[in-house]
C-alpha cells in the first residue's frame, strides 16, 4: 500500500513538474512574442518618423520655393501692362511673362508635397496648415499684378501675409508633431520674402 501512495505521489509530482515547465515556457514565449512586437511596432514608428520628417521637409521647402517665386512673378508683372501679349522686345516684359509661366510649375510641386504630407501626417494642426498655404495659393490671380492697377501693392502684401502664414503655421505644426524643438530665429518666424513697392520696377 505504502508503495502504491509512494508511487502516485511520485507521478504527481512529475506531472507537477511538467505542467510548471510547460507554464514557464509558454510565459517566456509570451515575452518574446511580446518583445518581437513591441521592437517591430517601434520600428515602425521610426520608420514613419523618418518618412514624415522627410516629406515635411519637402513640402517646407516647396512653399518657401513658391513664395519666392509668386512674389517675383507679382513684382515682375506690377511693372508691365494688363497685357501680356506682345510685348515689344521688353527685357523687363519677358522676364514678367517667363515668371508668371513658372509660377505654375511651383503651384504643381507644392500641391504634390502637400497632398504626400497629407497622406502621412496624423495631425489636425498639420492637415490645417497645409490647407491654410493650399487656399492662398488658389486664391493667387497674378492677373491683378500689372501697372495700372492702383491696388497691386495692397493685394500683393496680402497674397505674402498669408503664404508666409500658412508656412509659419505648417512649421510649426509638423515640428510639433515629429516632437522636434523650434530654435530660436529659424524659418517659423519668416518674414516677407521681398517688400512690394509703390511703383513699377526698374532695370537696374
Known amino acids: 500500500m505504502e508503495t502504491i501512495v509512494g508511487a502516485v505521489a511520485g507521478l504527481i509530482g512529475v506531472m507537477l513538474g511538467v505542467a510548471a515547465q510547460s507554464m514557464q515556457a509558454n510565459r517566456s514565449r509570451r515575452w518574446q512574442e511580446d518583445d518581437q512586437q513591441r521592437a517591430t511596432t517601434q520600428a515602425r514608428a521610426d520608420r514613419l518618423w523618418q518618412e514624415r520628417r522627410i516629406v515635411y521637409t519637402s513640402c517646407m521647402d516647396a512653399q518657401m520655393q513658391g513664395m519666392q517665386k509668386i ?6 508683372r506690377s511693372a508691365c501692362p494688363p497685357t501680356l501679349g506682345d510685348l515689344d522686345g521688353n527685357p523687363l516684359h519677358r522676364a514678367a511673362s517667363e515668371a508668371v509661366s513658372s ?29 491654410t498655404y493650399l487656399r492662398a495659393v488658389l486664391a493667387l490671380d497674378l492677373s491683378q499684378a500689372h501697372s495700372e492697377n492702383p491696388s497691386r501693392q495692397g493685394q500683393g502684401i496680402d497674397l505674402m501675409e498669408r503664404l508666409t502664414a500658412g508656412h509659419r503655421e505648417f512649421v510649426l505644426a509638423a515640428r510639433q508633431e515629429l516632437g522636434i524643438q523650434a530654435p530660436a530665429g529659424d524659418e517659423s518666424n519668416v518674414e516677407l520674402p521681398m517688400p512690394m513697392p509703390d511703383g513699377p520696377l526698374r532695370q537696374g
Open 71 to 76: 512674389t517675383w512673378a507679382w513684382l515682375s
Open 103 to 131: 509660377v505654375s510649375e511651383t503651384i504643381s510641386l507644392v500641391n504634390r508635397q502637400s497632398n504626400e504630407v497629407l497622406l502621412l501626417t496624423e495631425s489636425q494642426a498639420v492637415i490645417s496648415a497645409v490647407n
